[in-house]
């Protein structure tokens, strides 16, 4: 499904943006803004990698520095035109579509790595620089930038900051929010502030650089992080345990945490997505293999007495088998092959005419497989098709499910098993979204766990925090939750 042939729902011949007669493009071109108003850039800019609805913008905006981002704010403020910034486009929930007739700001020109400082333990990035890109630069120095997001290779800094992104060592790192210091900050006012502080401890009142991280655009715009960094684990060895039930799978999981295992990564796929990933490597599935687990842990060097300690507690739980790679290329084969899953499954998909839809939900580790099991019967009773896979070692399940673009009764019953899947995780003391954002897709879901944990007064200090920084709403409008 090509995207860019999808039409947006914002007729670009508007009037909304104009104030007295004169266009907001006029005004921010005067100010010496790069602003486009056609067709090309138009189309670009109306969609992210999620299945909703593309909606035109009425301009795309183009700054150059920080300057000219508080400048368009400034301009768009007082005439309440709405923004969106947007990075990579690699949103999965809707949440860099602009709505309400707005402009969106391209941060695609914000992309310096400004300072790598390793004696203090930080780097400092624009926006638009990925994380691909920043760890490359980190390797030279044997540092790297942990939050490590299937989507790396496009996944911009501004991006993941906005999503609070999570990814495949986020066992062992956590997330974005765990390593971002300090935020450069651009107020719909103009004014630019500093959220943090370039030192790895800080204790000064409320947590802004917190705060901002899974805002998703709607507080502020970034366009510095100061981010912490981290020495590269020694040599890791990646497990590959085949299992026929995912019961075994998860208590293998939960005896090596119990056991203190150095997890770095710890991964688990069911038998459509196993397929898709033995292709990639070229190779059959064993059998009786319905379920693989794919481990990493740190500290192996080179001596393999923590790998083996980790293969023989995995042993004690029935894999069907077990195979331990320690050479470079085939450990970077293997996490290609898990990071390029999705899009090669939306790939083939688009060769049958079909999507995918990913859910992202999570649970407590403890309660993986039940809920498991029972996402699994609800997508057998749907009829939908559907792969799941995901980070087991923190409860994070993706459920990609097929739908035909052209189906919109198809596409509801999607959504509805997705919405389903969520409660699911509500019901296992989960929560709707780990790692990919609320965005346009789950506010009904959100108000559900609020209400499912009775703090629904929650939702009423998020909408006020949002005013204190946003005053006249027009900052990202409709995503997270509806004002």
């Known amino acids: 499904m090509q995207r860019e042939d999808m039409p947006g729902k914002i007729n670009v011949n508007s009037n909304s ?50 300057e000219q981002v508080a400048a368009i ?58 994380i691909e890109e920043l760890n490359k630069k980190l390797e030279r120095y044997g540092y790297f930038y942990p939050p490590d997001p299937a989507s790396a290779h496009m996944a911009t800094i501004g991006g993941s900051i906005s999503t609070n992104a999570g990814g495949l060592k ?44 899974g805002s998703e655009g709607t507080l502020g715009i970034v366009t510095q992080a100061t981010l912490k960094i981290a020495k590269r684990p020694e040599s890791s060895g990646i497990i590959i345990s085949y299992f026929g039930s995912i019961k075994n799978l998860a208590e293998a999981v939960g005896q090596l945490k119990k056991q203190g295992a150095p ?56 894999p069907v088998k077990q195979e331990y790679l320690r050479k470079n290329k085939e450990i970077i084969h293997i996490y290609s092959a898990r990071r390029e899953l999705h899009e090669k499954m939306v790939e083939e998909a688009h060769m049958e005419g079909k999507d995918i839809i990913i859910g992202d939900v999570i649970v407590p580790p403890s309660r993986l497989a039940p809920a498991l099991l029972e996402i699994e019967r609800e997508i ?3 009829g939908q098709r559907a792969a799941l896979f995901g980070h087991i070692g923190d409860g994070n399940i993706h459920s990609n499910v097929y739908f035909t673009p052209i189906d919109k009764k198809g596409i509801r019953e999607v959504m509805k098993l997705q919405e389903r899947i969520g409660r699911i995780a509500l019901k296992n003391g989960g929560s709707v979204s780990a790692e990919h954002g609320i965005g346009l897709e789950k506010k009904a879901l959100l108000i559900e766990e609020l209400k499912s944990k009775d703090s629904e007064r929650i939702l009423g200090i998020m909408k006020e925090i949002k005013k204190a920084f946003d005053p006249n709403g027009i900052l990202n409008p409709g995503k997270i939750f509806d004002m």
Not at 89 to 117: D, Q
Not at 172 to 198: A, F, N, P, Q
Not at 267 to 288: G, I, V
């Open 17 to 66: 943006g104009k104030k007295g007669g004169k266009s907001i493009v006029h005004i921010l071109k005067s100010k010496g803004v790069e602003v486009s108003d056609q067709g090309k850039a138009l189309i670009s800019f109306s969609h992210d990698k999620s299945y909703i609805t593309p909606v035109r913008p009425l301009a795309v905006a183009f700054p150059k520095n920080k």
């Open 73 to 130: 704010l400034r301009i768009c403020d007082k005439n309440r035109v709405k923004v969106t910034a947007v990075g990579g486009g690699s949103s999965l929930t809707g949440s860099s579509i602009p709505l309400n007739g707005g402009i969106a700001i391209s941060m695609e020109r914000l992309n310096r790595i400004i300072e790598i400082n390793i004696e203090d333990g930080f780097a400092i990035a624009e926006p638009n620089v990925t």
């Open 170 to 213: 986020a066992l062992m790192y956590g997330s974005t929010k765990h390593w971002v210091l300090d935020t450069e900050l651009v107020l719909t006012s103009g004014e630019i502030i500093r959220t943090g502080s370039s030192t790895l401890k800080m204790s000064r009142g409320y947590d802004l650089t917190a705060l901002v991280c």
């Open 263 to 318: 997890l770095i990564m710890a991964e688990f796929m069911d038998q459509a997505s196993l397929l898709e990933f033995m292709h990639a490597r070229k190779k059959r599935t064993p059998k009786n293999a319905n379920y693989v687990l794919l481990t990493s842990v740190s500290g192996t060097g080179k001596n393999d007495a923590i790998a083996k300690a980790c293969i023989k507690i995995i042993g004690e739980h029935k």
């Open 380 to 382: 057998k009773l749907s």
